[in-house]
């Protein structure tokens, strides 16, 4: 059962970081609710105050422009990003990880933000945003400053995010659209369930780059091959670049022998 | 306490709560509406479905301090003036509920998946009811009753029987 907290839902930015500075780490921002409430709920984590990102103007909906590039809110959910058509057709990658989140009903509420700040490393949004060079735009009352993902996770469950730092936007770089992509998602069962491996993959004018879910403390993007790159090649840069464990759903072994399967089955898929 | 003011199935309510208060707690014990169910409390099972502002929600991860200004369907709603609703009368006829337990957040998730996909393929149902377990009556008659709502009843050749 969840108790002894303060709920606030501020309707301005500025109200919100404000409330986050003066807060610190008895503060705690709340999307969705699909990892903060389940954790809060099991005791977890307890904070004193929750502050609800959805009622602050400005924080939905998705852009697109092809100066600024895709655009993602503190309130875009999971869904959001299916129903938009210039996700679905200028970035399959993004689309295909996204699907493969959760449920319906959890995808209409999950965001996008909260699953890369939860940074589980089995985070099925991690993968594309690694491929596709996306940028976390983090804001606090001193400032703002932009961090790729690829420096963005720094452990299980950990960012390079503060106490009072908001993540505020995901810029997904607009010469990135009309990559070609998809994502392989390995779980216990057809319906939906955590990732035992997830392998994402996408190519570009002459650029492949890889990255991999559940095989690492944190997602891991596998940079540096080139569409011409043979399978023994690009199984070669993905092992080395993942240290799996073993744990209650697989062996250290098996992970390997599945990340391996899947990036044979991406090149023949992505040919 | 956080005053809110929520429409639930047509109907005004003004309640104050508890900002630990989920949705799923506010429907049953604030509003004595215990059609939604609690299985899991964290998401998996889908016994707690209702509708949020036209889409489905897990009701468990919902606080009730969420609520200003929105509007929230339950099983409640579903049957109009004692007449069962379409979905309703079709898991009826195909024996799709057993115990019960999942049927209205199942009822629910079928409403979402209809709205967007009149005549879903059985993968199709499958994948839209992925959130809502069913311990019981086991999913056959479930994608029965949706394929026969739907005006498919022809499609019954896509299910594998074991
Ligand atoms: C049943 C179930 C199944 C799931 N399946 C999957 C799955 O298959 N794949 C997967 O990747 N995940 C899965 N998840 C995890 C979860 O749904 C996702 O991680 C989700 O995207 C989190 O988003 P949220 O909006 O719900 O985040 P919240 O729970 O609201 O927040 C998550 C964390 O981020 C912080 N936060 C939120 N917004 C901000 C912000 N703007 N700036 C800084 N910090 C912020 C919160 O304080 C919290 O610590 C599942 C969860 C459940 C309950
Ligand atoms: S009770 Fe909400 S999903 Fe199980
Ligand atoms: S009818 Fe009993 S759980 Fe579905």
């Known amino acids: ?271 | 306490m956080i005053t809110v003011n929520v429409t639930v199935n047509g109907k005004k309510y003004k309640r104050d709560v508890e900002p630990s208060k989920t949705l799923l707690r506010f429907l049953r014990e604030d509003l004595g509406l215990t059609g939604t169910k609690e299985g899991c409390g964290a998401g998996e099972c889908g016994a707690c479905t209702v509708f949020m502002d036209g889409h489905t929600v897990n009701s468990c991860m919902v606080l009730a301090a969420e609520l200003e200004g929105r509007s929230v369907e339950t099983i409640e709603g579903e049957a109009k003036e004692g007449v069962l609703s379409d979905i309703q009368a079709a898991f009826d006829r195909h024996h799709a509920i057993q115990c019960g337990y999942c049927s209205a957040g199942m009822v629910l998730s079928v409403r979402e998946l209809l709205k967007r996909n009149p005549k879903p393929s059985v993968e199709q149902i499958k994948e839209g009811i992925e959130g809502n377990f069913c311990r019981c009556t086991g999913y056959q008659q479930i994608i029965e009753a949706v394929l026969d709502v739907s005006g498919q009843e022809g499609s019954k050749g896509e299910l594998h029987y074991v």
């Open chain 1, 1 to 271: 059962m969840l108790s002894g907290f303060n709920y606030a839902a501020p309707r301005t930015r500025g109200e919100l970081l404000d409330l986050l500075a003066a807060e610190g780490q008895g503060a705690k921002l709340l999307a969705g609710g699909t990892d903060l409430l389940v954790n809060m709920r099991s005791g977890a984590v307890k904070p004193r105050l929750v502050i609800d990102v959805k009622r602050v103007e400005g924080f939905s909906g998705i852009e697109w422009s092809a100066k600024d590039g895709l655009v993602m809110k503190a309130s875009t959910t999971i869904n959001d990003l299916l129903r938009d058509r210039e996700v679905r057709e200028r970035f399959p990658l993004l689309a295909a990880c996204a699907h493969d989140l959760a449920s319906y009903q959890v995808r209409n509420r999950a965001t996008v933000v909260g699953n890369v700040v939860n940074a589980s490393p089995c985070s099925d949004m991690a993968p594309a945003l690694l491929c596709l060079g996306a940028r976390a735009r983090i804001s606090s009352k001193t400032g703002t400053r932009e961090v790729p993902f690829k420096e963005f996770f720094t452990g299980v469950k950990r960012t390079v995010l503060k106490a009072d730092e908001l993540l505020e936007l995901i810029i997904v770089p607009a010469e990135e659209g009309g990559a070609r992509g998809s994502y392989r998602k390995l779980k216990r069962i057809n319906g939906h369930d955590l990732g035992i491996v997830g392998v994402a993959m996408m190519k570009k004018g002459g650029l492949m780059r890889i990255a991999v879910s559940s095989a690492a403390p944190t997602p891991v993007l596998v940079d540096g091959l080139n569409e011409t790159s043979t399978p023994e090649a690009a199984v070669a840069a993905v092992r080395k670049a993942i240290s799996p464990i073993s744990d209650l759903r697989c062996s250290k072994e098996y992970r390997e022998h599945m990340v391996e399967v899947f990036v044979r089955r991406l090149l023949e898929e992505l040919k």
